[in-house]
């Protein structure tokens, strides 16, 4: 018989049960108890889901983060958490840190924060120094464990392997995290053996650094620890997901675990070398179901592709997703007003456990026995693949007429400067902003009002212009040289124009946890993408016809817009990527026709795509930098375009960066002091840069003098004709009363600036 498990669950709750718990909790609206029984309820619940499998995950579950859990269970709470307070508090406490305002002391940093893999989600960063030692407080895990087998499942404790645990963190004082391992080992063979006296059999073992390039030491780490844990009674069974295992592909079969799990859908070519690597008496668990996306499988494609796997390994198969379903929504049956046929070609979490159960039956007892199930099946795959709301005659021949010319501006950028300088003559350190203002309450409401149908399409219309008069009216007294309409008709920067976007569709409950209490619902890219009319031009033209001053267009970037969505499976993603491009492209022709002649494209999270292994960077970079160069640089010199991206790491790709060839580049400094500046000294980026010179998260009002400190710094490294001074990122989650004197500062600092430069 084949075994069937599952690698993790959605945590937040088909209503996101977890997040109003905690959030409730965190105002002191409830008691911790009440919290823990949340908690308890939705772990018996997604138990339940998963009942029909052989082995249900136990630890995966998490009020915060897995990482952070880790490092509760480790014993390495950042050691400035209040050891007065109640565990879950001081967890809470290194999760989310603590102002002085509520501990009347000094404020409590939270941990670091970063995205996991190459994924949406945030973990908090393990802190390290040479100091640390580790000690095992299990207690939490066990009680799950036994929670679970009170309600008679067949739990598999899931544990996040010590050496991804200290990959993900980061030595403090620059020590080697490594040297670390002696000490971390001992926790982590004490915590299987008392799983082992609670009655545990298999374990489930993370080593997602297997996705990655690791150094010799690094692979050296996972022998020496595989070799440590072997002794404990235990079954464990090594899991790698997000890639495939490329280079550490013999390690992996080789270390000394009872069972390797491998992610399929990406590394589907490896599962042959991997079937013959592996020793005779291990396991091998295939990810076949994908735990990163909402598709349906195609069971019947699958079938024909593992009957032949299993007649050679038998019992040793074992079949999962292929990685955590923590990346997907919990329930699709909630969706009643998704269009028929679109929500007949998707799987949440839940359906995707059902394809792996009907994989099992079929594999277990032969095809005929779920043949009705099998048969719906391939009529959900036939029907995408051949609907007409997916395939678009129109889009296809217009993707076949891009020539490479679509991507390249007439002139290079010192022609297009002095075109661009005369037709707007910008002083020196010309001052804007990176587009949103303030989303207060009155315009949440409206937007609520109109979604509900409380308000007419004019009466909203109206409030919305009313709140561009208003943005316009303040930048125009404060100063400021480019100004921007300031985004209030946006809820959100993908979901803006993925509404009016056909080929994307948007789910009601489709939540997926970002980090700690915050989801993000990701659009549903599903078929060929087209514009149907012009989505922001009326809002820039009304705009621009209030002031003298040049009005920004403000557009979301294609790459961006793919990054942060759901995307269709059935094409390579390049190609998605392209058709939205295509689609900006025809937007910001639209702008530049009504005379916006200064256009902004949001790439912010371009950088988020890059693939895990390094040896996929330039792949990725070469046709992301070609579809936001073709959504870009169809307008004439004159035109200024301007990107912005929401963080400066960009060493490793500042070459790409730059051949975007965007006349103006905004990004995120202001945190790092501008020395993230540094990479400029060594490459000399060729157009504008505005710098951020303050940080948008942070409810501080800067100085003048810290903002013109940080603009000379940066002059040290680009010439200052090519500065700009703009704030971080845009500014909707602030407040007007921080605003204004915020950017006053800038203008005045910008102004400071100019008369020191001419004197
Ligand atoms: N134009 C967007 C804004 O100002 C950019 C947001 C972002 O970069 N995340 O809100
Ligand atoms: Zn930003």
Redesign the pocket.
Known sequence: MITTHNLGFPRIGKRRELKFALEKYWRGESSLQELEETATALRQRHWQYQQKLDWLPVGDFSLYDHVLDTSLLVGNLPSRTDSRLAETDQYFQAARGQSSKQLQQTPIAAAEMTKWFDTNYHYLVPEFNAETRFELDAERLLTQFREARAEGHQAKPVLLGPVSYLWLGKAKDNSNKLALLDDLLPVYEQCLLSLAAEGADWVQIDEPVLATELDQDWQHALSQAYFALNKTPLRLLLTSYFAPLGENLHLACELPTAGLHIDTINGREEVIKVVDWLPAHKTLSLGVINGRNIWKSDLNGLLDWLEPIYKRLGKRLWLAPSCSLLHVPVDLEQETELDSDIKNWLAFAVQKLDELNLLALALNHGRDGVKAELTANARAIQSRRDSAKVHKAAVQQRLQAVTSDWGQRHSPYPERRRLQRSRYPLPLFPTT????FPQTTTIRQSRLQYRRGDLDEATYHRAMQQQIEYAIAEQEKVGLDVLVHG?AERND?VEYFGEQLDGYTFTRFGWVQSYGSRCVKPPVIFGDIERPKAMTVDWIAYAQSLTDKPVKG?LTGPVTMLNWSFVRDDQPREQTCLQLALAIRDEVLDLEQQGVRII?I?E?ALREGLPLRRSGWKQYLDWAVNCFRISANGVQDETQIHT???YSEFNDIIESIAAMDADVITIETSRSDMELLDVFNAFDYPNEIGPGVYDIHSPNIPAVAQIRELMEKAAERIPPERLWVNPD????TRQWSEVKPALEAMVQAAGALRQNAAA
Do not use: R, V, Y
């Open positions: 902003t990176i587009g949103s985004e920067m403000m902004q949001d912010a912005h991206m929401c990122c845009g500014l909707k």
